[in-house]
């Protein structure tokens, strides 16, 4: 049985950029470890000798395109969903000062 | 009139017989929606003008005896699909203001086979619940009974279409999605083969168990809807290019002889027993029609929960990581630095599920863990993949209940995450081997729907289609309205 403390918690929040507030961290303690504790059960399944499925389908792959431009340009239209823009570049904080 | 009552079949028949118009059917949704509506919290947009500009132009082709099965026929979509210029909020705040710039595939081929869309369904926050209540714009409530949910995460599209509030409309189904709240509402839901239908413009969870598929109140109907969705798209590089069959034709084949399996470890001691006495009725009707019943085993399908609760988080931890705050969606107020905009924007848009999901996600991914975790669901994945293989080596398709109740009380159990992913017992396995499954509804109990499960095959929604078809034709169970929305 494995228990997640609050630093462990911390520090998957940190990995996943997330802003996780007081109240909420004790209630993602409990919860992703009571989650870690049920996912644990598959330890004991037998998966000797067994490959990890890679797509549902059997002998699919991912297929390939020739690699040409086929989209026309969008560049304004999905701007307008844009939180900040200037020039027609997104903006965000400062990165380096 | 009280066309809100017939199927998308019967509507089809009466628009091209000009018995009724599409602007009037269009508009008789519209005021269902109107009178309906707010206490389901069904619909979370309704595009009224453009129902009504649609219609019309249906309304022209029909006039000219230029109509498909589907002309002038209106639905509605879940709001995870993208829709060209109007709001798709996948039921989160970090895409409350996100305008979508495009139609997903699906969207496009309903719209180009003639259907009117009335508007965008309600549903789990990006589609991470089973019950409705994640969304960001608040729960959905079971027609049912209202103190209810509808099941999730497409609870918006089901309860609609069980309120004949529209005859049908888009759902998607990562492990039970579209089944479990057609089951828990009464209605028919239709999950494909995955890559039957483009993901291209569906907000993607998990990519390698997201599929489209539809909510109506007829097998026919699903069929109808899935013929005009499914086939081959170069959009999204899963998509199977694979012919679709005529579904809607192949619906009348007699079940003579049809091998029908018993999922046995479905038959388990967490299903209610009333839920098990519907089932086991429906299966006495399979019976009649001429089928065999015999009992399957799938000794690893009791680990499909938590396979799942492993590889659906760590892909919807990576797809979300797209949500930044940078180029589209929520942004934070005066954030102090790059770090704290990504982290504010997520940690104020995203819900409690989905910052749970995605930090489960992150944790079986994370150096260390990933063998095993994440390594390990996907090889007992495939284990859960040769049970059904080796079970469709001996029966045509597997039957089961879809849920283990009835509809739950809103509210139940919103504080323990594993007792609601449990609600998904029997549907997540199809979503792991990557089959079809359709939930038809087969019974009552106390007043609120049960659900049948069919599963079958890859690419055996022709067959899946022609059981649950004849099934109904010997059953009304599918033509129960719940009380006041007869």
């Known amino acids: 049985m494995s228990t997640l403390t609050r630093k462990e918690v911390e520090a998957i929040a940190h990995l996943a950029r997330l802003a996780i507030t007081e109240t909420e961290f004790p209630v993602y303690v409990a919860s992703l470890s009571s989650i870690v504790a049920f996912i644990e059960q598959l330890a004991a399944a037998d998966t000797a000798n067994v490959e990890p499925m890679a797509h549902p389908l059997a002998g699919q792959v991912q297929r390939l395109r020739p690699d040409v431009i086929t989209e026309s340009d969008h560049h304004d239209k999905y701007q307008q969903n844009a939180p900040q823009v200037q020039a027609g570049l997104y903006l965000v904080p400062k990165v380096i000062e | ?486």
């Open chain 2, 1 to 486: 009139m009280t066309v809100h009552t017939l199927t998308i079949a019967e509507l089809a028949r009466k628009l091209r017989s000009r018995e009724v118009s599409s602007e009037e059917l269009t508009r008789a949704c519209l005021a269902r929606i109107e009178q309906h509506n707010k206490p389901l919290n069904a619909f979370l947009t309704v595009t009224a003008d453009a129902a009504l500009a649609a219609s019309r132009v249906a309304d022209k082709r029909l006039a000219a005896g230029d109509a498909g099965p589907l002309t002038g026929v209106p639905i509605g979509h879940k709001d995870i699909f993208c829709t060209d210029g109007v709001r798709t909020s996948c039921g989160s705040r970090i895409l409350d203001n996100f305008v979508a710039p495009y139609d997903a595939t699906v969207v496009a081929r309903l719209k180009n086979a003639g259907t009117v869309m009335i508007g965008k369904l309600n549903m789990d926050e990006f589609a991470m619940g089973s019950s409705n209540e994640t969304s960001y714009y608040g729960p959905v409530a079971n027609p049912w009974d209202r103190t209810r949910v509808p099941g999730g995460s497409s609870g918006g599209s089901a309860a609609a279409v069980a309120a004949r509030l529209l005859p049908a409309a888009t759902g998607t189904d990562t492990g039970g999605s579209i089944r479990q709240p057609a089951a828990l509402t009464g209605i028919t839901g239709f999950k494909p083969t995955y890559g039957r239908v483009s993901r291209y413009g569906m907000i993607a969870f998990a990519s390698s168990l997201d599929q489209a598929g539809v909510l109506t109140r007829s097998v026919e109907d699903a069929a109808l809807l899935l013929e005009a969705m499914a086939g081959f798209d170069p959009a999204d590089s899963t998509s199977v290019d694979v012919p679709v069959p005529k579904y809607s034709t192949l619906l009348e084949q007699p079940l003579k002889g049809l091998k029908i399996g018993l999922l046995k470890e479905f038959f388990d001691k967490g299903l209610d027993e009333s839920n098990a006495a519907c089932v086991r009725a429906a299966l006495d009707v399979c019976k009649r029609l001429g089928a065999e019943l015999r009992e399957v085993s799938l000794p690893n399908l009791p680990l499909s929960v938590p396979t799942y609760y492993v590889v659906a988080p760590a892909e919807c931890s990576s797809n979300l990581s797209r949500f930044d705050g940078v180029r589209f969606g929520y942004r934070c107020k005066d954030p102090k630095d790059l770090m704290d905009l990504y982290k504010r924007s997520r940690g104020e848009g995203f819900g409690a599920e989905v910052k749970r999901r995605i930090m489960t996600g992150t944790y079986v991914l994370s150096a260390g863990y990933y063998d095993a975790y994440y390594l390990k669901a996907q090889k007992v994945r495939a284990l859960i993949n040769e049970d059904f293989r080796r079970a469709f080596g001996e029966v045509d398709v597997l039957m089961g209940p879809t849920t283990p109740t009835p509809a739950f009380a809103i509210g139940a159990k919103m504080n323990d995450p594993i007792t609601m992913y449990l609600n998904d017992i029997y549907t997540i396995g199809a979503n792991l081997a990557g089959l079809p499954a359709m939930s038809v509804p087969c019974g009552l109990v106390e007043g609120l729907p049960v659900g049948l499960q069919i599963i079958g095959p890859h690419f055996s929604e022709a067959k899946i289609f022609n059981v649950g078809h004849l099934y109904q034709r010997e059953t009304d169970w599918h033509r129960r309205a719940p009380a006041g929305y007869a």
